[in-house]
């Protein structure tokens, strides 16, 4: 397994925007629930939709309409199948249970229209690293793999503001290994899946 670190001078120079913003920039931090649904060579191996699905959300804003931020995710999917599945020279059948946990951990940036408003629109880019992990139980055994690919997710949502602290978004983000790792059927595969969500955010 090798690790691609090829989103840290990106996350590096974000961090270092960052901190050199005012003091008083507004931060958002946040948390958000989503329901995914598997795309691309994930849908092959776990065709079911997901409820579980959860991230950490950081925004600080670097002007009226932009910010810049992290988010740390997590999104599980899973499907019990008799579907045959060749690994290697081997092709195995019966009853199987399938796993894909995802962990992406992207560096993100945010534009935003009028503020001011009670709804705003934004569009959103998030850029990083995915750690993830395939299994399969076939009756005793078990089979795993993992991987850490480079990745980006594109994201549109409604910020929605209030008279307090607390705000919310509704999300949309589709997530994008664009380097595929060999998993399961020793192929490469890219592992892409589409989240709708609602986050709750601190203003600070």
């Known amino acids: ?85 060749t690994i290697g020279n081997a092709t195995i059948t019966g009853d199987q249970y399938r796993s894909v946990n995802a962990f992406p951990l992207l560096v993100t940036g945010h534009v935003y229209s009028k503020a001011g408003e009670n709804m705003q629109m934004y569009l959103g880019l998030g850029a990083g690293v995915y750690y993830i992990r395939e299994q399969m139980d076939v009756g005793t055994y078990t089979i795993e793999k993992t991987n850490w690919v480079f990745g980006v997710a594109p994201e549109a949502g409604v910020r929605i503001n209030t008279k307090s602290d607390l705000q919310f978004a509704l999300f949309g983000r589709y997530h994008y290994p664009v380097e595929a790792g060999n998993f399961l059927p020793d192929d490469p595969a890219s592992m892409q899946y589409l989240s709708v969500g609602l986050m709750v955010l601190y203003k600070k």
């Open 1 to 85: 397994m090798t690790t691609r670190l090829r989103g840290m001078p990106l996350a590096v120079a974000v961090l270092a925007l960052a901190a050199a913003t005012p003091a008083r920039a507004q931060v958002l931090m946040g948390a958000s629930y989503s329901w995914s649904l598997p795309s691309g060579d994930l849908e092959s191996f776990v065709g079911n939709s997901s409820w579980l699905g959860l991230s950490l959300e950081g925004r600080k804003f670097i002007g009226t309409h932009t910010s810049v931020g992290l988010s740390l995710g997590w999104n599980e999917f899973y499907e019990r199948t008799d579907e045959p599945l």
